[in-house]
T-cell receptor
Framework: DVKVTQSSRYLVKRTGEKVFLECVQDMDHENMFWYRQDPGLGLRLIYF?????MKEKGDIPEGYSVSREKKERFSLILESASTNQTSMYLC???WGTGGFYEQYFGPGTRLTVT | QQQVKQSPQSLIVQKGGISIINCAYENTAFDYFPWYQQFPGKGPALLIAIRPDVSEKKEGRFTISFNKSAKQFSLHIMDSQPGDSATYFCAASQDSSASKIIFGSGTRLSIRP
């Protein structure tokens, strides 16, 4: 059974703080993704990675960066958190390259920036 | 071109009824159309998926209908049950797009007992 875990379920940070969201998958998947989920906007891709130390921008990368030093771990970094980054953040992983591969999601981190 | 439009935003159905969620796309290069189901407090999970070479796919009470000429597809849930209450996302992707999936805006489905 694929398991994707995220370091926190709930997080409250202040404006301007540096925020790290961690994601770990245990199925040796090549690809990992970070999405944010907002009501009425669905899931929007922030960044994805298809290999260690590789990263690609998604649809809304502004204000975010990522790090993938190990295959199983993908981190999302908010360099200077702002209130408009209050959202649910979802991490996902998939086995192969190509849109046909199922994505497995973690439970999400609800981030509030005050 | 990359957008997937989903409707309705929310839906209330009586137990035993049929739930229908609709999606439309513009990019004719899309060749894979999955639906993801998300329960409260959980991440989305793949429910059912279809490729454009078939017009319908059925798995238990869940059916995807696909209309390639209209660039539309829909999810039908027959005999809807309270346990089906969740948020549903349609999506579209291309096999050549390095695993990028475009998600719809989501439909919050509530099944009334």
């Amino acid at each position: 059974d694929v398991k994707v875990t995220q370091s926190s379920r709930y997080l409250v940070k202040r404006t301007g703080e540096k925020v790290f969201l961690e994601c770990v998958q245990d199925m040796d998947h090549e690809n990992m993704f970070w999405y944010r989920q907002d009501p009425g906007l669905g899931l929007r891709l922030i960044y994805f990675s298809y290999d260690v130390k590789m990263k690609e921008k998604g649809d809304i990368p502004e204000g975010y960066s990522v790090s993938r030093e190990k295959k199983e771990r993908f981190s999302l970094i908010l360099e200077s958190a702002s209130t408009n980054q209050t959202s649910m953040y979802l991490c996902a992983s998939s086995w192969g390259t190509g849109g046909f591969y199922e994505q497995y999601f973690g439970p999400g981190t609800r981030l509030t920036v005050t | 071109q990359q957008q997937v439009k989903q409707s309705p935003q929310s839906l209330i159905v009586q137990k035993g009824g049929i739930s229908i969620i609709n999606c439309a796309y513009e990019n004719t290069a899309f060749d894979y159309f999955p639906w993801y189901q998300q329960f409260p407090g959980k991440g989305p999970a793949l429910l059912i998926a279809i490729r454009p070479d078939v017009s319908e796919k059925k798995e238990g009470r869940f059916t995807i209908s696909f209309n390639k000429s209209a660039k539309q597809f829909s999810l039908h849930i027959m005999d809807s049950q309270p346990g089906d209450s969740a948020t549903y996302f349609c999506a579209a992707s291309q096999d050549s797009s390095a695993s990028k999936i475009i998600f719809g805006s989501g439909t919050r489905l509530s099944i009334r007992p």
